[in-house]
């Protein structure tokens, strides 16, 4: 049991997720917010809640995934804003809410990135290992869970509207393929038979393929 009290509940409007508390500033709680339009960053300070952090176009995409530099000031998040997941980060200090003059840009792969946090002053952050976060490569992992693999082969190109229309999953637009891929391996564990998505005289087709078990 957690001793100090009883709980409390902070917001109402939601879904509220992804809460980060302030390194330096106890009130002050950043967290994701979706009203019905996407997620977008919100603060809570003291007892005033569903404080919006971005404004203008910047508040017109989804942001989420926010955490806090120790120095307490500057606020890291995640931003749709060119339509891929970026990293960036704005100094909350002066007052909210900001323009989208006012952020840094991180990062600014195309790789899915998301949940960033600070190590030593090193930015850390989750990511995709593929070509981009439309490509899909066969990976492993170990039974308990641990230490999972990418093993570099490439087996299909999800449709980039996916992200926000799970029809597009198995009915993409043409050009990306369905999640209809499969593998298996062989009875000695040393080899994997997949299916794989490729080019072929202008069209997408679904080959199988042999590969070693470590790619």
Known sequence: AIAGGPPMQLTSAGPATQPAWNPVRANLIAYSLDSGSGRRLALIDGTQTGIPVLEGASDTVPSFSPTWQPNGNDLTFVSTENNVNEVFQADVSAGVPQCGCQEQLLLDEDRGDDTPAWLNGQ?????????????????D???DGTDPRDLGLSVL???????TNNFLLFHPNPGSDPWLERQDYSLDGRRIVLSRFETVNGQRIERLWLADADG
């Open 123 to 139: 930015l850390v952050i989750a990511r995709s290992t593929a070509a981009d976060q439309s490509t899909a490569d066969v990976t």
């Open 141 to 143: 992992v170990l039974p």
């Open 157 to 163: 190109h999800e449709d980039p509207g996916a992200a």
